[in-house]
């Protein structure tokens, strides 16, 4: 019977898939990504997993995606365009809405627990 419960330890996520943000969208440092894809369902229209990137700058483009995200640690500035920076650090929450376009600043490397719908 398959288990429609699934359980994940922080500290035993496996390998990670690492790879570097596309160059073109890269606007500051040399930043490497590590993802967990812990789970996904709707024939991968919902997906969950775990993010880690070092710091720098990125361009980020949502696209027609929506994103839940809680981070574990580290620190990051995100700025949506037209708006002010806002600052994450552990504990905190947020989502970026389909259409969202803006910055992502990595201060300290930063781990987060995310939702993609």
């Known amino acids: 019977m398959t288990r429609n419960l699934v ?15 596309p160059a073109d ?15 996904s369902a709707k024939d991968g229209a919902v997906r969950a997993g775990v993010f880690e ?9 949502k696209g027609d995606t929506w994103e839940f995200c809680y981070i574990l640690s580290g620190e990051a500035e995100i ?7 806002i600052t994450f650090r552990a504990g905190d929450c947020f989502i970026m809405k389909p259409g969202y376009t803006g910055t992502w600043k990595t201060l300290a490397t930063v781990r987060k627990v995310w939702v993609v719908a």
């Open 7 to 21: 359980t994940f330890s922080l500290n035993n996520l496996g390998d990670p898939r690492e790879y570097r943000p």
């Open 25 to 39: 969208r890269v606007l500051e440092g040399d930043i490497v990504v590590r993802n967990w894809d812990i789970d």
């Open 53 to 61: 990137s070092t710091p720098g700058t990125n361009r980020s483009i």
């Open 79 to 85: 700025t949506e365009d037209g708006h002010a920076p």
